[in-house]
């Protein structure tokens, strides 16, 4: 292999192929991150996602990248869940409680395009890191001792890029998954998920900036984001066979706004999009010399802000084994260890809990939601209990879990 081979190529500036970059250039590994695209229209994506829970937090400060965020972004120690029939708040949770577990006891609601517009800067400026936009992978060979990626450039020229490894950080599509042959477990819902953005103050009725609301018939998320525009983010379900021009009309997205608060005067709406949710895990995490990191590897629900969190998480855990890898340490016991660490969190936590998320919000039985909600105002008024769910839900148990399996 030459020296200029030597190095991991990356495929995907999104938040988790940054961050895998930015973290192996800190331990002095280089890389090569490959964007379809390109400086022009990279920052035309929608936000996306944008609860970044404490055990995140830390690792984007590990890198730097914290201190260009939290200006962007709302720092929310508190969550709550709401029972909308009821018209009241079952429980509010407050990461004080996790004080002496983390330097960051509070989620930061800061938009994944906000994420990656700071780190791709950062990668940029990195002498160990390659950043080529505009720049389409198509396809992928591995030997025993490379990879060789093909791509294509913007004017539509071909080109080949030989690494050491490949990780796909391509999102959910992951072209390197599918040219592995790796299945992506599990199930899609047939209901879709609604996506307003509103312009108003929600506080004033007693919500905080991250809300769950529970209803037998239309469970919803809230969600406060900075602006400009300051707004903020309500999910709804859809039935399965709504239409998508009937469900995002002006009138149908108001009624929608109303059946929650019921103001009597229209909501100044900014934007909505629909979209479909998966919850998958690809049933190997590495094939050789290629590897899967973030969406490539494990989709979900969003409710619980777990996709982006868990998928930055993947990434920093693969730096740590890639450059031990660099240091020489033993290449296949570390990437399966990589993979029995991170593939054992995703299906036994991420995917448990929001699968568990949704059942909890969309709970039908009058029974089983008023014992729902009984065990939550408990959990949040005990202090131990808030902490033991708190340690749950800011994911620093699932990076302590992750750790301990040897
Ligand atoms: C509406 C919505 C709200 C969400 N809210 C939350 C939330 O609150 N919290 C949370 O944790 N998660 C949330 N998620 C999920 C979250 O957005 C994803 O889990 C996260 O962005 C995954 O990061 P990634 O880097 O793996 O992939 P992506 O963010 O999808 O990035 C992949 C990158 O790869 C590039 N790429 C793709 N194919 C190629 C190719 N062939 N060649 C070159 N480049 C390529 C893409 O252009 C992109 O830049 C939400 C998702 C949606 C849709």
Redesign the pocket.
């Known amino acids: 292999m030459t020296d200029a081979a030597n190095r991991v190529l990356i ?8 961050c895998l970059a930015l973290k192996l250039a800190q331990d002095g590994v280089p890389s090569t991150v ?4 390109t400086d022009a229209n ?1 920052l035309d ?9 404490p055990a ?1 937090l830390e690792m984007y400060d590990e890198i730097g990248l914290y201190r260009k965020l939290e200006p962007r972004g709302i720092i929310a120690p508190l969550f709550h869940y709401w029972d909308r029939a009821k018209n009241e708040r079952i429980a509010e949770f407050d990461h004080a409680a996790l004080k002496d577990d983390t330097r960051f006891p509070f989620a930061l609601q800061c938009e ?1 395009i906000k994420i ?1 517009e700071e780190a791709l800067a950062m990668a940029k400026t990195n002498p160990l890191i390659d950043v080529l936009m505009g ?4 396809g992928f060979s591995q030997g025993s001792d490379g990879v060789i990626a093909f ?1 294509e450039t913007a004017d539509g020229q071909k080109d080949r890029i030989a690494a050491r490894y490949i990780v796909s ?7 390197v998954r599918k040219g592995c042959d790796i299945e992506f477990e599990g199930f899609t819902y047939s209901d879709r ?1 609604l ?1 307003i953005e509103v312009a108003y103050d929600f506080k004033q009725h007693g919500y905080t900036d991250r809300n769950y609301i529970s209803d037998p018939d239309e469970w919803s998320n809230l ?1 406060h984001w900075k602006g400009p525009p300051e707004r903020w ?1 309500v ?1 709804f379900p859809t039935k399965p066979d709504e239409d998508e021009a009937e469900l995002t009309r002006p009138d149908a997205l108001q009624a929608r706004l109303q059946g929650l608060l019921p103001t009597g005067k229209p909501f100044n709406i900014v934007g909505c ?1 629909l ?1 479909t949710v998966h919850q998958r895990v690809a049933r190997k995490f590495r094939s050789g010399r290629a590897i899967l ?5 494990h ?2 629900s ?1 409710i ?9 998480h ?2 920093f855990n693969l730096a740590d084994k890639l450059a031990r890898i660099w240091r020489g340490e033993d290449a296949d016991r570390l990437l399966d260890l990589y993979e029995s660490q991170r593939r054992h969190i995703a299906v036994n936590s991420t995917q448990a809990d929001t699968i568990r998320n949704k059942k909890l919000l969309a709970e039908k039985d009058p029974a089983v939601r008023q014992a729902n909600h009984d065990s939550l105002k408990r959990q949040a008024e005990d202090p131990k209990l808030a902490r033991e769910f708190l340690l749950r839900t800011s994911l620093i148990n699932s990076v302590r879990e992750a750790a301990r399996i040897p």
Not at 12 to 18: F, T, W
Not at 135 to 138: A, M, P
């Open positions: 495929i995907g500036a999104g938040p988790v192929g940054l490959v964007e379809q695209l990279f994506q929608v936000p996306r996602a944008g609860t970044n829970h995140t994944r990656v720049t389409n992978f198509v791509v950080a391509e999102g959910a599509r992951s072209i998920t996506n969600f983010r999910h999009n979209y990191a973030g969406d490539s590897a989709v979900n969003p619980g802000g777990m996709g982006l969190n868990s998928g930055v993947d990434a």
